[in-house]
C-alpha cells in the first residue's frame, strides 16, 4: 500500500506531488492521457494573476496571491519560463469607472501590491496599441505570463526525481473505501493508497462519486484562443484584459513567454466534457472582441486556434479540502486562478495529506530541475561548445523554431520524456512555429521511433 494517490497529472496533480516528494512518502500520479498536463492545463491564457479580481476571504484570493508570490522562484529553481510583463483592465465608459475601483479595492484588501488606476491617455503612453475607447485602466505590476506545459513538466520531472510514480495513459475506473484507506481501481490493475487526491479537472464530479454521495457538480467551460506567430508577439507588452464579468475576465490579448501574441478565451458552458472543438462564430467573437481592446491585431499572422475547457465548480470557489470520506481529498473546480494558485494548492494538499500521515522530511530531496537546453537561448560560445561536445545540436530540425535534433532527443530521452508528437512540441516548441510542424513532424517521428522501438506509423500525435 502507498501513501498517496493522485488522480489527474495537471498543474495542481503535478504540484501536489512536487509537495508531497519533499517527505518520505509513496506518492503514485495517475492520469489517463499519455503525458501531464494533457487536460485544462495544457489550453490557458499562460497568466500568473496578480490577484486584484478575486473576491477577498476566497479561497480563490488566498491561493491566487500565494501562487503569485511563489512563481518566480519556482521558475529559476526549476528552470521553466515566465515573465513579469504586467497588466491591465480597460474601461471603456466612464459610467464603469467605478468597477476599476472596486478591482483596486479588492487588490488592497488580498494584499496585492503595485496595483493602481490609470487614466485612458496614460494606458496608451504605456500601450499605444489600445484604441480609443479606452477611458482608464486599472494596472497591476505584478502579473506575469508563464508556459503552462514548461511549468507542469517542472513539476512533474522534479516530483519524479524524488521517487514520484508516475501511471500515465491509465484510467481510474472507481475508488473504494477500506479499513486500510483506498483501492484505486484502473484499467491496468488496482492501486492501494491511504490517501486519495481528486486533482481530475473536468471530470473531479465522477471520481468524487466513487466514494461520496455529497454532491460536487463540474460544469466544463469552454474557451477559443487566437495564437498569433512572433511578428505580432510585440503589438502589446502587457496582458490586457477587459472588465470581467459572471463568465470570467473575458476577451484578453497578451505576449507569450515565447513572444508570440495569444487572444481570447470565449466563454460557453457545456455538457460535453471532451468538445474542444474551435467554431467560426468562437473565433468571431475572440476577433470582434479582442479588436475593442487593441487596434490593428495582426489576424493575418494566425498560425493555429485552440480550445480549452475550464472545470467550473458549483460553489463559485476552488473546492478544496477533505471529502465526507476520511482520506479522500478533492481540488475540484480549479478554474481560473487555477494556473497561478497551482503551486499554492500544491502546498495545501499536502498539508491535508499530512493529517493523515506520518510526515518524515525527505533529507535527499532534490530542489532544482534543469529544463531542455534551448540552443537558440545560448551564446556562441556555448552553442559551439554544445554541438562539438554532441553533434546532434548542430542540425536543425524545425526551422520556425530553430530546435536542434539534440534538444528533441532530450526531450524524448529525459526522465517522464516526450513519447508523442505532442510531447515533443510542449518540451521544445518544434511544431510550434509557423508552419505547424510541417517540416519537422517526419523527423521527430522518427526519433520517436527509434525511442520507442516501434514503426513510424505506430508514433501517436498525443495519447489517443
Known amino acids: 500500500m502507498i501513501d498517496v494517490a493522485i488522480i489527474g497529472a495537471g498543474a495542481v496533480g503535478c504540484a501536489a506531488a512536487m509537495e508531497l516528494s519533499k517527505y518520505k512518502l509513496s506518492v503514485c500520479v495517475i492520469d489517463r492521457e499519455s503525458d501531464v ?5 495544457k489550453a490557458n491564457s499562460a ?8 473576491v477577498p476571504g476566497t479561497l480563490k484570493a488566498r491561493f491566487n496571491v500565494r501562487g503569485s508570490e511563489m512563481m518566480e522562484e519556482l521558475s529559476k529553481r526549476l528552470d521553466f519560463a515566465y515573465k513579469r510583463n504586467g497588466a491591465m483592465v480597460l474601461c471603456f465608459d466612464k459610467n464603469d469607472e467605478g468597477k476599476l475601483t472596486e478591482l483596486k479595492e479588492r487588490a488592497d484588501k488580498n494584499g496585492v501590491k503595485g496595483v493602481s488606476i490609470i487614466s485612458g491617455d496614460r494606458a496608451r503612453e504605456l500601450e499605444p ?18 508556459c503552462p506545459f514548461e511549468m507542469t513538466i517542472a513539476f512533474a520531472e522534479n516530483a519524479y526525481a524524488n521517487g514520484v510514480e508516475f501511471k500515465l495513459s491509465t484510467l481510474v ?10 483501492v484505486v481501481k484502473t484499467d491496468d490493475g ?12 473536468v471530470y473531479a464530479d465522477t471520481v468524487h462519486s466513487f466514494v461520496s454521495d455529497k454532491p460536487l457538480a463540474i460544469t466544463p467551460r469552454k474557451g477559443e484562443y487566437i495564437l498569433m506567430d512572433r511578428s505580432a508577439g510585440g503589438t502589446v507588452s502587457r496582458t490586457i484584459f477587459q472588465l470581467p464579468t459572471k463568465m470570467g475576465k473575458g476577451i484578453l490579448v497578451t505576449p507569450t513567454v515565447h513572444g508570440n501574441l495569444l487572444a481570447g478565451p470565449t466563454a460557453e458552458n457545456i455538457d460535453d466534457k471532451e468538445n474542444t472543438a474551435t467554431t467560426t462564430d468562437g473565433l468571431a467573437s475572440v476577433k470582434a472582441k479582442g479588436a475593442l481592446s487593441v487596434k490593428n491585431i495582426p489576424w493575418g499572422s494566425m498560425i493555429t486556434s485552440f480550445t480549452g475547457l475550464r472545470a467550473v465548480g458549483d460553489r463559485g470557489d476552488f473546492i478544496i479540502e477533505e471529502s465526507d470520506v476520511p482520506g479522500f481529498i478533492d481540488a475540484a ?13 500544491g502546498e495545501y494538499l499536502c498539508e491535508l495529506a499530512g493529517r493523515r500521515l506520518d510526515m518524515q522530511i525527505n533529507t535527499d530531496y532534490i530542489a532544482a530541475r534543469s529544463g531542455v537546453i534551448h540552443l537558440s537561448a545560448l551564446d556562441d560560445e556555448h552553442k559551439n561548445a554544445l554541438i562539438k561536445k554532441d553533434p546532434a545540436y548542430g542540425r536543425i530540425v524545425c526551422r520556425c523554431e530553430s530546435i536542434t535534433e539534440g534538444e528533441i532527443r532530450d526531450a524524448i530521452n529525459r526522465p517522464l ?17 509557423r508552419c505547424q510542424g510541417g517540416f519537422c513532424s517526419p523527423t ?3 526519433l520517436l521511433s527509434e525511442k520507442l522501438g516501434i514503426a513510424m506509423r505506430d508514433v501517436k500525435k498525443n495519447g489517443k
Do not use: C
Not at 496599441?129 to 508563464?146: N, P, Y
Not at 488496482?190 to 479537472?201: F, L, Q, R, S, Y
Not at 473546480?333 to 494548492?345: K, N, Q, V
Open 333 to 345: 473546480g480549479i478554474e481560473s486562478p487555477g494556473l497561478t494558485s497551482a503551486p499554492a494548492i
Open 129 to 146: 496599441s489600445l484604441t480609443d475607447e479606452v477611458t482608464a485602466a486599472l494596472l497591476a505590476e505584478s502579473s506575469a505570463i508563464v
Open 47 to 54: 497568466i500568473v494573476h496578480a490577484g486584484f479580481d478575486a
Open 417 to 433: 520524456g516526450a513519447t508523442t508528437l505532442d510531447g515533443v512540441k510542449r518540451r521544445t516548441r518544434a511544431g510550434m512555429g
Open 444 to 446: 521527430v517521428i522518427k
Open 173 to 182: 475506473t472507481g475508488v473504494e473505501k477500506t479499513d486500510a484507506g483506498f
Open 190 to 201: 488496482d492501486i492501494e493508497a491511504k490517501v486519495v487526491i481528486n486533482a481530475a479537472g
Open 37 to 41: 498536463g494533457e487536460g485544462t492545463t
